[in-house]
């Protein structure tokens, strides 16, 4: 380890504001590091859905601020229950989880808005930059300068392409194209809704392969619900209007509470997304620019791991800038101790989504729900601290 506390760069630009980059600044600007956050939409705009924040997560954002997981606590619900349910509402399984008891932190569900509010308020709001839709960059040996649609360059000692699954920084980079569909489609949606199945701290997956819809208590009243299938190709089901009006096809027959869930919902705010993924790379650094989140391993939402690994992958690399002997050093560390985990993870979320899907969906889901317990000790026994401190 250096002697020495100054970490090898002094500016960073993170190319996007989605949860990874502002995790990641907060990590980097509590080193010392001048980082700055370049985002292309005009206010940062929240999807309309909660996640699942897991132990291994809750710890990285832990070691970058210990104050960030005690203020999300405080805005989302701890996960007591995950019910199984087919599409009549029959419960097929039931499992209590006791992540806190076994890993140190619990299943924190939250919805998205209070997680990136709460990210946000942790940054100076002048190093946020909105409306700067990176277009382009070009390096040499002592810096990289970046462009922006219709703003000036900036000038730093390092990029850090935070810019989701179409990441421009990565078709830079590596250009390997568009990502890969998976042959599904899901669609999102957050209301008040209060329902005798739908308890607090608890949440529900209902499959009736090739569909599955999942109901999830955010906190506060509200439920965050989802529904996924099978679709040939990736293209919109229309307007905000004709996806609702489709949803309420696909899933009007179900059982209480889904189709009057969708119902309830304001069609403008259901989010439509397909479920791609990326093949893994073997390396996420060239020179003076690497990849985090979602542009270096997205994944199939399966496993409730894409966010959850880029706060990992933040706070891996803050340290790894603070303590190596140079940057080709930090990054050479930060690929060798990232890829390997993220790879598995990818794997991992693209065999588990694409098994659920099959006819046997159902089983394949209460055996995972049942005997998981040897990835999720891998899984969720991340240690940031031990991993930065036996590092260089
Ligand atoms: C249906 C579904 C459910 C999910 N559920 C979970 C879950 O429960 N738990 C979990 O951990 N993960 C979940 N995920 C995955 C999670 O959403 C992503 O892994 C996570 O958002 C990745 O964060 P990110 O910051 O890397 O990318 P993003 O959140 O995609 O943010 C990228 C940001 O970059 C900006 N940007 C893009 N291009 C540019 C550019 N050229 N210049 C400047 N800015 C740019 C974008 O506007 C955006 O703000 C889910 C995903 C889906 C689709």
Known sequence: M???????????????????????????????IDAHVYEKARELRPVGAGLSLNPNGLKALEAIKPSLVEQLKQAGSILKFINLRNNTGETTQQKKITLMEKYGQPMLIIRWSKLQEILASALPPEIIHLNHRCVSFTQNHNSV??????????????????????????????????PRYLGRMSWRGLIRYSHELLAANEATAMIAAPKNVTLMDVGDGYISWGAKMLCV????????????????????????????IIEATDAEIIVERPISDRPPLSSWSKGR?????DAAHPMSPSIGQGANTAFEDGYELSEYLAKAPNLEAALAIYDENRIERTQIIQARSAFSGNRAYKPDGEKYLQERLRSNEEFEDWLYKYEPLAIASRMV
Request: aromatic share 4%; net charge negative; charged share 25%.
């Open 2 to 32: 250096r002697e020495t506390s100054k970490p090898v760069v002094e500016k960073v630009a993170i190319i996007g504001g989605g949860i990874g980059g502002l995790a990641t600044a907060i990590a980097l600007r509590k080193q010392g």
């Open 145 to 178: 300068t970046v462009e922006f649609e219709g703003q000036k360059t900036v000038e730093v000692d390092l990029v850090v392409g935070a810019d989701g699954i179409k990441s421009a920084v990565r078709q830079i980079l590596i250009g390997d194209g568009e």
């Open 233 to 260: 190709d990736d293209s919109s089901l229309g307007s905000a209007a004709d996806i609702k009006s489709r949803l309420l096809k696909e899933f009007g027959e179900w059982a209480s509470p889904v189709p009057e």
């Open 289 to 293: 620019v690497t990849l985090l989140g």
